[in-house]
Protein backbone atom coordinates (compact mmCIF):
# COMPACT_ATOMS: atom_id res chain seq x y z
CA UNK A 1 0.00 0.00 0.00
CA UNK A 2 1.63 3.13 -0.88
CA UNK A 3 1.25 6.43 0.65
CA UNK A 4 -2.67 6.32 1.69
CA UNK A 5 -5.04 8.58 3.06
CA UNK A 6 -7.68 6.03 4.12
CA UNK A 7 -9.19 7.09 7.21
CA UNK A 8 -11.58 4.90 9.82
CA UNK A 9 -12.90 5.39 12.99
CA UNK A 10 -11.00 1.95 14.60
CA UNK A 11 -8.15 0.21 13.34
CA UNK A 12 -7.75 -3.04 14.53
CA UNK A 13 -4.43 -4.06 13.84
CA UNK A 14 -4.70 -8.46 14.76
CA UNK A 15 -3.62 -11.27 13.28
CA UNK A 16 -5.97 -13.84 15.29
CA UNK A 17 -8.98 -14.73 16.81
CA UNK A 18 -9.24 -11.82 19.34
CA UNK A 19 -8.66 -9.48 16.27
CA UNK A 20 -11.82 -10.00 14.38
CA UNK A 21 -13.88 -10.61 17.42
CA UNK A 22 -12.96 -6.88 18.27
CA UNK A 23 -13.59 -5.92 15.29
CA UNK A 24 -17.05 -8.04 14.42
CA UNK A 25 -18.30 -6.80 17.81
CA UNK A 26 -17.66 -3.32 16.98
CA UNK A 27 -19.51 -3.05 13.88
CA UNK A 28 -22.57 -5.22 15.53
CA UNK A 29 -22.66 -2.57 18.15
CA UNK A 30 -21.89 0.73 16.74
CA UNK A 31 -22.95 0.21 12.72
CA UNK A 32 -22.06 3.90 11.95
CA UNK A 33 -18.62 3.68 12.71
CA UNK A 34 -16.17 2.44 10.25
CA UNK A 35 -13.71 -0.60 11.02
CA UNK A 36 -10.67 -1.51 9.28
CA UNK A 37 -9.35 -4.81 10.50
CA UNK A 38 -5.70 -5.04 9.25
CA UNK A 39 -3.66 -8.36 8.79
CA UNK A 40 -0.63 -10.24 7.67
CA UNK A 41 -2.03 -12.99 6.09
CA UNK A 42 -4.42 -13.62 3.40
CA UNK A 43 -7.39 -15.31 4.21
CA UNK A 44 -6.50 -19.41 4.00
CA UNK A 45 -8.97 -21.16 1.82
CA UNK A 46 -9.64 -24.36 2.25
CA UNK A 47 -8.47 -25.11 5.17
CA UNK A 48 -10.68 -26.30 7.59
CA UNK A 49 -10.67 -30.11 9.54
CA UNK A 50 -13.93 -31.82 8.38
CA UNK A 51 -14.78 -35.16 8.08
CA UNK A 52 -12.77 -35.85 4.63
CA UNK A 53 -9.81 -34.35 6.78
CA UNK A 54 -9.06 -36.00 10.19
CA UNK A 55 -8.39 -33.58 12.89
CA UNK A 56 -6.05 -34.96 14.45
CA UNK A 57 -2.63 -34.06 13.07
CA UNK A 58 -0.21 -31.87 13.95
CA UNK A 59 -0.72 -27.77 12.62
CA UNK A 60 1.69 -26.44 15.05
CA UNK A 61 4.70 -25.80 12.74
CA UNK A 62 2.07 -25.54 9.69
CA UNK A 63 2.34 -22.55 7.05
CA UNK A 64 -0.77 -21.32 9.22
CA UNK A 65 1.83 -20.34 12.21
CA UNK A 66 4.21 -17.37 12.56
CA UNK A 67 7.06 -19.49 14.60
CA UNK A 68 9.49 -17.75 16.29
CA UNK A 69 12.30 -19.33 17.62
CA UNK A 70 13.15 -18.48 21.41
CA UNK A 71 16.71 -17.83 22.95
CA UNK A 72 18.80 -20.60 24.38
CA UNK A 73 18.66 -21.66 27.70
CA UNK A 74 21.25 -23.13 29.65
CA UNK A 75 19.01 -23.94 32.62
CA UNK A 76 17.10 -26.27 30.61
CA UNK A 77 17.32 -28.79 27.99
CA UNK A 78 13.63 -28.74 25.96
CA UNK A 79 12.85 -30.43 23.73
CA UNK A 80 11.36 -27.66 21.89
CA UNK A 81 12.40 -23.94 20.84
CA UNK A 82 9.73 -22.57 19.30
CA UNK A 83 6.63 -20.76 20.10
CA UNK A 84 3.68 -21.38 17.65
CA UNK A 85 1.09 -18.06 17.50
CA UNK A 86 -2.14 -19.00 14.72
CA UNK A 87 -2.46 -16.12 12.33
CA UNK A 88 -4.17 -16.72 9.18
CA UNK A 89 -7.58 -15.44 8.92
CA UNK A 90 -8.50 -19.32 9.08
CA UNK A 91 -7.33 -19.62 12.37
CA UNK A 92 -6.19 -23.17 13.36
CA UNK A 93 -4.19 -22.18 16.71
CA UNK A 94 -6.89 -24.20 18.05
CA UNK A 95 -5.28 -27.09 16.15
CA UNK A 96 -2.25 -27.09 18.40
CA UNK A 97 -4.22 -27.66 21.42
CA UNK A 98 -6.38 -30.54 19.92
CA UNK A 99 -9.66 -27.58 19.25
CA UNK A 100 -10.03 -27.50 22.98
CA UNK A 101 -12.66 -25.30 24.22
CA UNK A 102 -11.95 -25.29 28.08
CA UNK A 103 -12.17 -21.99 30.47
CA UNK A 104 -10.29 -22.89 33.97
CA UNK A 105 -11.00 -22.62 36.76
CA UNK A 106 -12.94 -19.32 38.24
CA UNK A 107 -10.29 -18.84 40.67
CA UNK A 108 -7.70 -17.74 38.05
CA UNK A 109 -10.29 -14.78 36.84
CA UNK A 110 -11.17 -13.93 40.33
CA UNK A 111 -7.56 -13.34 41.14
CA UNK A 112 -7.18 -11.47 37.80
CA UNK A 113 -9.68 -9.21 39.29
CA UNK A 114 -8.66 -8.84 42.41
CA UNK A 115 -5.03 -7.78 41.54
CA UNK A 116 -6.35 -5.44 39.29
CA UNK A 117 -9.35 -4.07 41.18
CA UNK A 118 -11.83 -4.49 38.98
CA UNK A 119 -14.65 -7.45 39.17
CA UNK A 120 -15.40 -7.02 35.76
CA UNK A 121 -12.45 -9.63 34.99
CA UNK A 122 -13.65 -12.04 37.46
CA UNK A 123 -15.16 -14.94 36.68
CA UNK A 124 -18.46 -13.96 37.08
CA UNK A 125 -17.95 -10.81 35.28
CA UNK A 126 -16.66 -12.49 32.60
CA UNK A 127 -19.33 -15.66 32.35
CA UNK A 128 -21.62 -13.60 30.16
CA UNK A 129 -18.81 -13.42 27.59
CA UNK A 130 -17.85 -16.65 27.30
CA UNK A 131 -21.93 -18.09 26.70
CA UNK A 132 -22.02 -15.08 23.99
CA UNK A 133 -19.19 -16.55 22.10
CA UNK A 134 -20.42 -19.90 21.86
CA UNK A 135 -23.55 -21.92 21.05
CA UNK A 136 -22.89 -25.24 23.65
CA UNK A 137 -24.88 -28.66 22.09
CA UNK A 138 -24.19 -30.39 25.07
CA UNK A 139 -26.36 -32.59 25.87
CA UNK A 140 -27.72 -31.65 29.65
CA UNK A 141 -25.84 -28.23 29.66
CA UNK A 142 -26.20 -25.66 32.46
CA UNK A 143 -28.13 -23.01 30.49
CA UNK A 144 -26.84 -20.28 33.19
CA UNK A 145 -23.08 -21.16 32.42
CA UNK A 146 -23.57 -21.74 28.49
CA UNK A 147 -24.75 -19.84 25.55
CA UNK A 148 -26.84 -20.85 22.42
CA UNK A 149 -26.79 -19.04 20.37
CA UNK A 150 -23.12 -17.81 19.76
CA UNK A 151 -20.83 -17.76 16.97
CA UNK A 152 -18.58 -20.85 17.90
CA UNK A 153 -20.04 -24.47 18.13
CA UNK A 154 -18.92 -25.97 21.06
CA UNK A 155 -19.46 -29.82 21.89
CA UNK A 156 -18.53 -32.52 24.44
CA UNK A 157 -15.97 -34.94 22.68
CA UNK A 158 -18.32 -37.84 23.44
CA UNK A 159 -21.25 -35.81 21.56
CA UNK A 160 -19.12 -35.41 18.60
CA UNK A 161 -19.83 -38.81 16.95
CA UNK A 162 -22.46 -40.54 19.36
CA UNK A 163 -21.07 -44.29 17.79
CA UNK A 164 -17.87 -42.73 18.77
CA UNK A 165 -16.55 -44.41 22.00
CA UNK A 166 -12.95 -45.43 22.71
CA UNK A 167 -12.62 -48.62 24.77
CA UNK A 168 -9.91 -47.07 27.33
CA UNK A 169 -12.73 -44.48 28.32
CA UNK A 170 -14.34 -45.30 31.56
CA UNK A 171 -10.87 -47.52 31.81
CA UNK A 172 -8.72 -44.06 32.52
CA UNK A 173 -12.06 -42.63 34.43
CA UNK A 174 -11.64 -45.38 36.97
CA UNK A 175 -7.73 -45.36 37.84
CA UNK A 176 -7.74 -41.64 37.80
CA UNK A 177 -10.84 -42.64 40.21
CA UNK A 178 -8.26 -44.95 42.36
CA UNK A 179 -5.97 -42.23 43.30
CA UNK A 180 -8.53 -40.23 44.70
CA UNK A 181 -9.41 -37.93 41.49
CA UNK A 182 -13.55 -37.82 41.14
CA UNK A 183 -15.23 -37.00 37.81
CA UNK A 184 -16.15 -33.41 37.35
CA UNK A 185 -19.53 -32.05 36.10
CA UNK A 186 -18.52 -29.79 33.53
CA UNK A 187 -15.10 -28.61 31.93
CA UNK A 188 -16.65 -25.43 31.87
CA UNK A 189 -18.42 -24.43 34.64
CA UNK A 190 -15.54 -22.76 36.32
CA UNK A 191 -14.54 -25.85 39.16
CA UNK A 192 -12.83 -28.26 36.35
CA UNK A 193 -11.05 -30.17 38.94
CA UNK A 194 -10.94 -33.50 38.44
CA UNK A 195 -11.31 -35.79 35.40
CA UNK A 196 -13.94 -33.92 33.16
CA UNK A 197 -14.90 -34.40 30.01
CA UNK A 198 -13.19 -32.22 26.89
CA UNK A 199 -15.10 -29.93 24.59
CA UNK A 200 -13.97 -28.68 21.12
CA UNK A 201 -14.79 -26.25 18.84
CA UNK A 202 -16.18 -28.92 16.25
CA UNK A 203 -19.65 -30.04 15.15
CA UNK A 204 -21.51 -32.44 13.07
CA UNK A 205 -18.07 -33.23 11.94
CA UNK A 206 -17.05 -29.74 10.57
CA UNK A 207 -14.21 -27.85 12.38
CA UNK A 208 -14.83 -24.39 10.27
CA UNK A 209 -12.34 -21.57 10.62
CA UNK A 210 -13.13 -19.34 12.75
CA UNK A 211 -13.23 -16.38 10.65
CA UNK A 212 -16.31 -18.21 9.19
CA UNK A 213 -17.97 -17.95 13.03
CA UNK A 214 -17.53 -13.99 12.94
CA UNK A 215 -19.06 -12.46 9.77
CA UNK A 216 -16.92 -10.24 8.57
CA UNK A 217 -18.39 -9.00 5.59
CA UNK A 218 -19.39 -5.45 6.57
CA UNK A 219 -15.90 -4.63 8.03
CA UNK A 220 -13.26 -3.49 5.50
CA UNK A 221 -10.33 -6.29 5.76
CA UNK A 222 -7.10 -5.07 4.31
CA UNK A 223 -4.03 -8.28 3.95
CA UNK A 224 -0.77 -8.07 3.18
CA UNK A 225 -0.19 -5.52 5.01
CA UNK A 226 2.68 -4.87 8.03
CA UNK A 227 2.55 -2.44 10.09
CA UNK A 228 5.63 -0.52 11.73
CA UNK A 229 4.64 1.12 14.17
CA UNK A 230 1.96 3.10 16.35
CA UNK A 231 1.83 6.86 15.12
CA UNK A 232 1.76 8.76 18.36
CA UNK A 233 1.86 12.46 18.34
CA UNK A 234 2.36 14.89 21.41
CA UNK A 235 0.54 17.61 22.13
CA UNK A 236 -0.10 19.77 25.07
CA UNK A 237 2.10 17.13 27.07
CA UNK A 238 -0.23 14.61 26.27
CA UNK A 239 0.37 11.30 23.93
CA UNK A 240 -2.21 10.80 21.36
CA UNK A 241 -2.61 8.57 18.61
CA UNK A 242 -2.88 9.42 15.12
CA UNK A 243 -2.97 5.92 13.49
CA UNK A 244 -0.91 3.31 11.62
CA UNK A 245 2.68 3.67 9.62
CA UNK A 246 2.90 0.95 7.35
CA UNK A 247 6.18 -0.80 6.12
CA UNK A 248 6.20 0.71 2.60
CA UNK A 249 5.58 4.24 3.95
CA UNK A 250 2.03 4.57 4.05
CA UNK A 251 0.19 5.26 6.76
CA UNK A 252 -3.92 4.79 8.38
CA UNK A 253 -5.42 7.43 10.25
CA UNK A 254 -7.63 6.59 13.64
CA UNK A 255 -10.28 8.57 14.33
CA UNK A 256 -10.86 6.93 17.57
CA UNK A 257 -8.77 4.22 18.31
CA UNK A 258 -6.34 1.93 17.60
CA UNK A 259 -6.49 -1.53 18.95
CA UNK A 260 -3.70 -3.74 19.12
CA UNK A 261 -4.93 -7.57 18.58
CA UNK A 262 -1.51 -9.06 17.58
CA UNK A 263 -0.95 -12.05 20.20
CA UNK A 264 1.80 -12.35 23.15
CA UNK A 265 4.57 -12.04 20.73
CA UNK A 266 3.29 -9.51 18.38
CA UNK A 267 1.81 -7.15 20.62
CA UNK A 268 4.81 -6.33 22.88
CA UNK A 269 6.84 -5.98 19.55
CA UNK A 270 4.85 -3.43 17.77
CA UNK A 271 4.27 -1.23 21.28
CA UNK A 272 8.02 -1.48 21.81
CA UNK A 273 8.42 -0.47 17.76
CA UNK A 274 6.40 2.38 18.36
CA UNK A 275 8.23 4.15 21.21
CA UNK A 276 6.57 2.24 24.26
CA UNK A 277 8.58 0.28 26.75
CA UNK A 278 12.20 0.17 28.34
CA UNK A 279 13.79 3.18 26.82
CA UNK A 280 17.17 1.15 27.30
CA UNK A 281 16.31 -1.38 24.79
CA UNK A 282 14.16 1.13 22.73
CA UNK A 283 18.09 3.43 22.76
CA UNK A 284 19.73 0.02 21.26
CA UNK A 285 17.55 -0.42 18.88
CA UNK A 286 17.65 3.19 17.63
CA UNK A 287 14.13 4.19 18.82
CA UNK A 288 13.13 7.54 20.41
CA UNK A 289 11.24 6.56 23.76
CA UNK A 290 7.56 7.77 24.33
CA UNK A 291 6.73 5.91 26.89
CA UNK A 292 8.99 4.77 29.40
CA UNK A 293 7.64 1.37 30.70
CA UNK A 294 10.05 -1.74 31.61
CA UNK A 295 6.65 -3.99 32.22
CA UNK A 296 6.36 -4.38 28.05
CA UNK A 297 7.01 -7.78 26.60
CA UNK A 298 7.65 -8.93 30.44
CA UNK A 299 5.90 -11.51 32.58
CA UNK A 300 5.94 -14.14 29.39
CA UNK A 301 3.32 -17.06 31.01
CA UNK A 302 3.82 -20.36 29.05
CA UNK A 303 2.67 -23.43 30.40
CA UNK A 304 5.22 -25.63 30.32
CA UNK A 305 4.29 -30.10 29.60
CA UNK A 306 6.26 -33.10 30.12
CA UNK A 307 4.53 -35.69 27.58
CA UNK A 308 5.42 -39.68 28.11
CA UNK A 309 4.70 -42.47 25.45
CA UNK A 310 3.19 -45.77 27.17
CA UNK A 311 3.09 -49.11 25.67
CA UNK A 312 -0.61 -51.11 26.64
CA UNK A 313 -0.66 -54.54 27.76
CA UNK A 314 -2.53 -55.98 25.45
CA UNK A 315 -2.87 -53.91 22.05
CA UNK A 316 -4.41 -57.24 20.12
CA UNK A 317 -7.91 -55.79 21.90
CA UNK A 318 -8.16 -52.44 19.75
CA UNK A 319 -7.53 -50.21 22.38
CA UNK A 320 -5.11 -47.30 20.89
CA UNK A 321 -4.88 -45.41 17.33
CA UNK A 322 -3.48 -47.63 14.55
CA UNK A 323 -4.83 -50.59 16.10
CA UNK A 324 -6.75 -52.89 12.80
CA UNK A 325 -9.72 -53.08 14.92
CA UNK A 326 -10.57 -49.40 15.19
CA UNK A 327 -10.64 -48.69 11.26
CA UNK A 328 -13.70 -46.62 11.77
CA UNK A 329 -13.23 -43.19 10.38
CA UNK A 330 -14.95 -41.60 13.53
CA UNK A 331 -12.15 -42.72 15.34
CA UNK A 332 -9.93 -40.32 13.31
CA UNK A 333 -12.24 -37.51 12.59
CA UNK A 334 -11.56 -36.00 16.12
CA UNK A 335 -9.16 -35.82 18.94
CA UNK A 336 -8.53 -39.62 20.41
CA UNK A 337 -8.93 -37.69 23.93
CA UNK A 338 -12.04 -38.20 26.15
CA UNK A 339 -10.68 -36.20 29.30
CA UNK A 340 -8.56 -33.65 30.99
CA UNK A 341 -7.57 -34.09 34.21
CA UNK A 342 -6.89 -30.65 36.38
CA UNK A 343 -5.48 -31.30 40.00
CA UNK A 344 -3.78 -29.52 42.85
CA UNK A 345 -0.42 -30.00 44.59
CA UNK A 346 -1.43 -31.33 48.11
CA UNK A 347 -0.88 -28.62 50.90
CA UNK A 348 1.81 -30.34 52.12
CA UNK A 349 4.40 -30.39 48.90
CA UNK A 350 3.27 -27.43 48.34
CA UNK A 351 4.22 -25.36 51.80
CA UNK A 352 7.75 -27.43 51.27
CA UNK A 353 8.50 -25.93 47.55
CA UNK A 354 7.40 -22.69 48.83
CA UNK A 355 9.53 -22.97 52.01
CA UNK A 356 12.83 -21.68 49.87
CA UNK A 357 11.07 -19.38 47.36
CA UNK A 358 10.78 -15.95 48.85
CA UNK A 359 10.82 -14.60 45.37
CA UNK A 360 7.22 -16.61 44.77
CA UNK A 361 5.83 -16.04 48.44
CA UNK A 362 6.91 -11.96 48.03
CA UNK A 363 4.74 -11.50 44.56
CA UNK A 364 1.54 -11.60 45.10
CA UNK A 365 1.07 -12.44 41.15
CA UNK A 366 2.91 -15.56 41.56
CA UNK A 367 2.34 -16.44 45.44
CA UNK A 368 -1.88 -15.88 44.76
CA UNK A 369 -2.39 -18.30 41.45
CA UNK A 370 -1.23 -20.74 43.86
CA UNK A 371 -2.67 -20.42 47.12
CA UNK A 372 -6.43 -19.22 46.39
CA UNK A 373 -8.65 -21.95 47.54
CA UNK A 374 -9.03 -24.67 44.86
CA UNK A 375 -6.26 -23.75 43.14
CA UNK A 376 -5.44 -25.59 39.67
CA UNK A 377 -1.72 -26.05 39.46
CA UNK A 378 -1.48 -28.80 36.21
CA UNK A 379 -3.78 -30.66 33.71
CA UNK A 380 -3.29 -34.51 32.33
CA UNK A 381 -4.58 -35.43 29.00
CA UNK A 382 -4.72 -39.03 27.75
CA UNK A 383 -4.81 -39.30 24.24
CA UNK A 384 -4.74 -42.69 22.53
CA UNK A 385 -1.82 -42.54 20.41
CA UNK A 386 1.36 -42.56 20.08
CA UNK A 387 1.98 -38.90 19.82
CA UNK A 388 4.56 -37.12 17.58
CA UNK A 389 8.50 -37.32 18.28
CA UNK A 390 8.71 -33.87 18.69
CA UNK A 391 6.50 -33.63 21.90
CA UNK A 392 7.88 -36.90 23.45
CA UNK A 393 11.06 -38.00 22.08
CA UNK A 394 9.89 -41.18 21.50
CA UNK A 395 10.54 -42.42 18.02
CA UNK A 396 7.50 -45.19 17.77
CA UNK A 397 4.66 -46.08 15.16
CA UNK A 398 1.04 -44.80 15.78
CA UNK A 399 0.54 -48.66 15.70
CA UNK A 400 -2.23 -49.62 17.95
CA UNK A 401 0.61 -50.87 20.61
CA UNK A 402 1.28 -47.24 22.54
CA UNK A 403 -0.88 -44.25 23.89
CA UNK A 404 0.46 -41.11 25.36
CA UNK A 405 0.06 -38.99 28.33
CA UNK A 406 0.66 -34.83 28.28
CA UNK A 407 0.75 -33.03 31.83
CA UNK A 408 0.72 -29.66 31.81
CA UNK A 409 1.68 -26.92 34.31
CA UNK A 410 -1.00 -24.02 34.50
CA UNK A 411 0.70 -22.13 37.15
CA UNK A 412 4.74 -21.40 36.61
CA UNK A 413 5.92 -18.91 38.49
CA UNK A 414 8.79 -18.85 36.37
CA UNK A 415 8.52 -15.70 33.66
CA UNK A 416 10.52 -14.44 30.18
CA UNK A 417 10.08 -11.80 28.04
CA UNK A 418 9.73 -10.97 24.71
CA UNK A 419 12.87 -8.59 22.82
CA UNK A 420 13.34 -6.88 19.67
CA UNK A 421 15.81 -7.65 18.01
CA UNK A 422 16.34 -4.81 15.93
CA UNK A 423 13.90 -1.65 15.19
CA UNK A 424 13.00 -3.44 12.00
CA UNK A 425 8.72 -4.62 12.06
CA UNK A 426 10.13 -7.81 9.56
CA UNK A 427 12.80 -8.91 12.15
CA UNK A 428 10.99 -11.81 14.49
CA UNK A 429 11.07 -10.38 18.15
CA UNK A 430 13.37 -12.75 20.52
CA UNK A 431 11.69 -14.84 23.07
CA UNK A 432 13.12 -15.97 26.33
CA UNK A 433 10.82 -17.61 28.01
CA UNK A 434 12.92 -19.30 31.14
CA UNK A 435 11.08 -21.91 31.75
CA UNK A 436 11.76 -24.18 34.68
CA UNK A 437 13.83 -21.14 36.28
CA UNK A 438 12.12 -21.75 39.37
CA UNK A 439 12.64 -24.84 41.04
CA UNK A 440 8.93 -23.85 42.30
CA UNK A 441 7.80 -25.24 38.75
CA UNK A 442 9.45 -28.30 38.81
CA UNK A 443 8.15 -29.69 41.64
CA UNK A 444 4.74 -29.28 40.68
CA UNK A 445 5.33 -30.56 37.34
CA UNK A 446 7.12 -34.08 39.53
CA UNK A 447 4.00 -34.06 41.50
CA UNK A 448 1.79 -34.15 38.40
CA UNK A 449 4.30 -36.79 36.90
CA UNK A 450 4.36 -39.11 39.89
CA UNK A 451 1.04 -38.83 40.61
CA UNK A 452 0.36 -40.30 37.24
CA UNK A 453 2.68 -43.14 37.31
CA UNK A 454 0.49 -44.14 40.61
CA UNK A 455 -2.19 -44.28 38.68
CA UNK A 456 -0.95 -45.77 35.58
CA UNK A 457 1.75 -48.25 37.52
CA UNK A 458 0.36 -49.49 40.75
CA UNK A 459 3.40 -51.91 42.65
CA UNK A 460 0.41 -54.22 42.57
CA UNK A 461 -0.24 -53.79 38.52
CA UNK A 462 -1.26 -56.94 37.04
CA UNK A 463 -1.62 -57.60 33.53
CA UNK A 464 -3.15 -61.37 33.67
CA UNK A 465 -6.71 -60.13 32.97
CA UNK A 466 -7.43 -60.96 29.04
CA UNK A 467 -9.55 -57.85 28.76
CA UNK A 468 -9.25 -54.73 29.97
CA UNK A 469 -11.46 -54.02 32.52
CA UNK A 470 -11.63 -51.21 34.78
CA UNK A 471 -12.79 -53.52 37.63
CA UNK A 472 -9.81 -55.09 38.40
CA UNK A 473 -7.65 -54.36 41.48
CA UNK A 474 -5.61 -52.46 38.98
CA UNK A 475 -5.34 -50.28 35.58
CA UNK A 476 -3.95 -53.53 33.49
CA UNK A 477 -4.14 -51.86 30.67
CA UNK A 478 -0.53 -50.51 30.84
CA UNK A 479 2.32 -52.46 30.43
CA UNK A 480 5.08 -50.04 30.97
CA UNK A 481 6.16 -46.44 30.07
CA UNK A 482 8.37 -46.29 26.62
CA UNK A 483 11.45 -44.00 27.47
CA UNK A 484 13.39 -41.95 25.40
CA UNK A 485 16.24 -43.64 23.86
CA UNK A 486 19.34 -43.67 26.60
CA UNK A 487 16.86 -43.24 29.56
CA UNK A 488 15.58 -45.70 32.06
CA UNK A 489 11.89 -46.03 32.20
CA UNK A 490 10.05 -44.02 34.76
CA UNK A 491 7.85 -46.35 37.70
CA UNK A 492 6.36 -45.41 41.30
CA UNK A 493 9.87 -45.76 42.34
CA UNK A 494 11.68 -43.70 40.36
CA UNK A 495 13.68 -40.84 42.19
CA UNK A 496 13.35 -37.25 41.97
CA UNK A 497 16.00 -37.28 40.24
CA UNK A 498 15.03 -38.74 37.58
CA UNK A 499 11.86 -37.42 37.00
CA UNK A 500 13.44 -34.08 37.16
CA UNK A 501 16.02 -35.26 34.52
CA UNK A 502 12.94 -36.03 32.09
CA UNK A 503 11.02 -32.90 33.06
CA UNK A 504 14.55 -30.88 31.80
CA UNK A 505 15.72 -32.38 29.20
CA UNK A 506 12.32 -33.21 27.59
CA UNK A 507 9.50 -30.70 28.62
CA UNK A 508 7.83 -28.65 25.90
CA UNK A 509 6.33 -25.37 26.01
CA UNK A 510 2.66 -24.33 25.02
CA UNK A 511 3.66 -21.10 23.00
CA UNK A 512 0.48 -21.46 21.64
CA UNK A 513 -0.94 -20.84 25.27
CA UNK A 514 1.87 -17.52 26.20
CA UNK A 515 0.21 -14.41 27.89
CA UNK A 516 0.92 -11.95 29.83
CA UNK A 517 3.30 -9.41 28.20
CA UNK A 518 1.44 -6.38 28.19
CA UNK A 519 -0.30 -7.19 31.12
CA UNK A 520 -3.33 -5.57 32.63
CA UNK A 521 -1.64 -3.20 35.79
CA UNK A 522 1.15 -2.74 34.35
CA UNK A 523 1.19 -1.87 30.61
CA UNK A 524 -2.77 -1.42 30.42
CA UNK A 525 -5.04 -0.26 32.82
CA UNK A 526 -8.38 -2.10 33.10
CA UNK A 527 -10.09 -1.13 30.32
CA UNK A 528 -7.15 -2.42 27.86
CA UNK A 529 -6.05 1.36 27.63
CA UNK A 530 -1.99 1.34 27.36
CA UNK A 531 -0.85 3.60 29.82
CA UNK A 532 0.56 7.14 29.09
CA UNK A 533 -0.97 7.14 25.49
CA UNK A 534 -4.26 8.04 24.65
CA UNK A 535 -6.27 5.90 22.09
CA UNK A 536 -4.39 2.99 21.91
CA UNK A 537 -5.62 -0.12 23.79
CA UNK A 538 -4.52 -3.80 23.91
CA UNK A 539 -7.55 -6.56 23.32
CA UNK A 540 -5.85 -9.92 23.33
CA UNK A 541 -4.34 -12.53 25.92
CA UNK A 542 -1.62 -9.94 26.15
CA UNK A 543 -3.41 -8.30 28.91
CA UNK A 544 -3.70 -11.22 31.19
CA UNK A 545 -1.84 -10.79 34.16
CA UNK A 546 -1.67 -14.07 35.58
CA UNK A 547 -1.91 -18.02 34.71
CA UNK A 548 -4.81 -19.07 32.96
CA UNK A 549 -5.75 -22.68 33.86
CA UNK A 550 -7.57 -23.39 30.98
CA UNK A 551 -6.35 -26.56 28.43
CA UNK A 552 -5.34 -24.70 24.99
CA UNK A 553 -6.48 -20.76 25.01
CA UNK A 554 -9.10 -20.50 22.48
CA UNK A 555 -11.82 -19.76 24.93
CA UNK A 556 -10.33 -17.69 26.75
CA UNK A 557 -9.10 -15.74 23.88
CA UNK A 558 -12.62 -14.69 22.86
CA UNK A 559 -14.00 -14.02 26.04
CA UNK A 560 -11.39 -11.17 26.98
CA UNK A 561 -11.63 -10.34 23.30
CA UNK A 562 -15.48 -10.20 23.52
CA UNK A 563 -14.97 -8.17 27.44
CA UNK A 564 -12.48 -6.00 25.83
CA UNK A 565 -15.12 -4.98 22.64
CA UNK A 566 -17.59 -3.88 24.99
CA UNK A 567 -15.57 -1.74 26.94
CA UNK A 568 -14.27 -0.28 23.54
CA UNK A 569 -18.37 -0.28 22.51
CA UNK A 570 -19.37 1.26 26.74
CA UNK A 571 -16.98 4.27 25.89
CA UNK A 572 -17.95 5.53 22.45
CA UNK A 573 -21.72 4.25 22.57
CA UNK A 574 -24.06 7.74 22.41
Known amino acids: MA ?68 VSQSSVNLASEQAAAGTGLSEQSGSISFRAWTRGAAESFDTWAELVG ?81 KEFWYQGEGPPLSECYDLSDIQVITNVNVSKVIIEEFNGRNIVKGVQLIDGGHITARCEVILAEGPYRTPQLLKLSGIGLAEELSQCGISTIVDNRSVGENLIMPISSTLVWEVSQPHLGVALGSPLLIDPIYYETTPIDFITSNTTPSKVLRSTLSNA ?159 TAAMGSVVDSECRVYGVEGLRVVDESVIPVPMTAFGMMAVRCAVAERGAEMVVEAWRG
Do not use: C
Open 358 to 516: SYVTSNPYLYKPLTTPHSIHTSTLVAYTALPPSLTAVPVPADGTYISTQSTLLTPTSRGRVLLSSASPTSPPHISPSLLTSPTDIALLRHALRTLLHTFLPRSSSSSSSTPSSSSSSPSFIRRERPPPGFSRLTPDSSSEELDERIEKFGTASGDAAHG
Open 118 to 198: DDRWSYSGIQPFFARSETDHSPRKDVRQHGDDGPVDVVPVSATRRQRRFPLRDIIAEAWRRVGIARAADINDGDPMGVAEL
Open 3 to 70: ESSLEADFLVVGSGVSGYIVAYRLKQSLPQASIVLLREEQFSEGHHSSASQPLFRSAQWSEFYDSFHT
